[in-house]
């Protein structure tokens, strides 16, 4: 059984910077990529940040300069350092992960449950 579990979030003024964690536990053979998701209230998911499996990064253009994604293999834990945060940013943010469970070679989709950022102007 493969959980994420999130923490890190927090409420904080506009301009304030805060830092989610995930940590992936379980019986785990590999981890492709790991991901942040967010959702806002009344809004669909989107991807804030990924690392794939070639160590590239990709982010949401209005998180670009300003949220940095990193992991650490070792602990199978990803990370999300956001700095000036926005009244915008507001969400509840998802961790994400594509997880070889068994010894058979093939990946499956992992959430975490989920931790609320709350930005206030």
């Known amino acids: 059984q493969v959980q994420l579990v999130e923490s890190g979030g927090d409420y904080v003024q506009a301009g304030g910077s805060l830092r989610l964690s995930c940590v992936a536990s379980g019986t785990i053979f590999g981890i492709k990529d790991m991901a942040w998701y967010r959702q806002a209230p009344g809004q669909q998911r989107e991807l804030v940040a990924r690392?794939?499996?070639?160590?590239?990064?990709d982010y949401l253009d209005s998180v670009k300069g300003r949220f940095t994604i990193s992991r650490d293999y070792a602990k199978n834990t990803v990370f999300l350092q956001m700095n000036s945060l926005r009244t915008e940013d507001t969400a509840v943010y998802y961790c994400?992960?594509?997880?070889?469970?068994?010894?058979?070679?093939?990946?499956?989709?992992?959430w975490g449950q989920g931790t609320q950022v709350t930005v206030s102007s």
């Open positions: 994400y992960a594509g997880v070889r469970p068994t010894i058979a070679f093939r990946y499956y989709d992992y």
């Open positions: 690392w794939d499996e070639a160590e590239s990064t």
